[in-house]
């Protein structure tokens, strides 16, 4: 399969018909895009990920910038895309300003839900700790670049104050999810294993689940924490409510949107999908459990 390249844009019959492209360092990226189509499952959608970079988490921020840029300008570029969904946390935290400087599209992005965690877990605090003063306690469960992010930092300081928040650096995760995606056999102890000292924390209520990855292990996070005790909070849902915003989508607009997918693409269709690693062993797997096609190699500058 010959490379998809900048300038290779799809012809589309109008602006309507143009995919939302959804970004993230490898498929839990799949994780938003399952969000995005549940609630408007008429809406084009194109995937892109830079899987031969994985894990974004552990490298240095000045080669992710530009790496992050480039790849998504050549995306863009390739699928035609109207608008940008940046479903990588390392990704959003870092590079949203750089993103938006070198695109025309609306860029969305992904960041911890610091504020709807601290939000629960006062709601959830037991009236017992309350009385004795003390705080709401919430967990950020993300890779070790989110954690140590000056921006995570500023989201607690404005939203979370008043509460302990635990950060728990789980980047085994990240190749756990991915190789649950393209098949392989779970290892639910990698997931015991990166929880183990989270889950002994006997006041522990909320746990954001701040890697677009994590919601595809959610079952096994929450076997681990107590799926009663501890509840688990992700960004997806919000981001697919901040994409109808974005866009402009409502029950008219979705109508017409159909009527303009029906004209111009056959029906079922699978999504574009961009990688910079196309042969990546299970990833065509991976990417259509999620309704898209077998990837493209996307060439850009390096």
């Given at each position: ?61 000045d ?57 629960l ?89 701040g ?20 509840a688990l ?31 111009v ?24 459990s999620?309704?898209?096609?077998a ?8």
């Amino acid at each position: 399969m010959s490379p998809a390249r900048p300038g290779d844009t799809p012809a589309f019959a109008s602006r309507s018909s143009a995919p939302v492209l959804v970004f993230d360092s490898g498929v839990g990226g799949l994780s938003v895009a399952a969000e995005i189509r549940r609630q408007w499952p008429q809406l084009s959608l194109a995937y892109v990920c830079d899987n031969a970079a994985l894990p974004y988490g552990t490298k240095p921020d000045d080669w992710l910038i530009p790496r992050i840029v480039q790849v998504c300008v050549a995306a863009v570029e390739a699928s035609g895309a109207r608008a940008l969904v940046v479903a990588c946390n390392t990704a959003s935290t870092l590079a949203l300003t750089a993103l938006r400087e070198a695109l025309s599209i609306p860029v969305i992005g992904t960041v911890p839900a610091i504020k709807p965690a601290a939000a629960l877990a006062r709601a959830r605090q037991s009236a017992a700790r309350r009385e004795k003063c003390e705080p709401p306690v919430f967990a950020l469960l993300a890779t070790s670049a989110t954690v140590r992010r000056a921006y995570t930092e500023q989201l607690i300081r404005d939203f979370a104050a008043d509460c302990r928040v635990i950060r728990v650096a789980a980047d085994p995760l990240v190749a756990e999810a991915e190789r649950r995606l393209r098949g392989e056999p779970a290892r639910p102890e990698v997931v015991a294993a990166s929880l183990a000292d989270l889950a002994a924390v006997e006041a522990l209520e909320v746990v954001i689940l701040g890697c677009t990855h994590f919601p595809l292990l959610g079952a096994d996070i929450s076997q681990v924490l107590g799926e009663s005790r501890v509840a688990l909070v992700d960004s997806g849902a919000a981001i697919a409510r901040r994409v109808a915003e974005v866009l402009a989508l409502g029950a008219a607009a979705q109508e017409a949107e159909q009527q303009v997918a029906q004209a111009v693409q056959p029906a079922p269709h699978e999504h574009l999908a961009l990688a910079t690693d196309a042969r990546q062993p299970g990833l065509a797997t991976a990417l259509a459990s999620q309704g898209f096609a077998a990837p493209q190699a996307l060439s850009f500058d390096d």
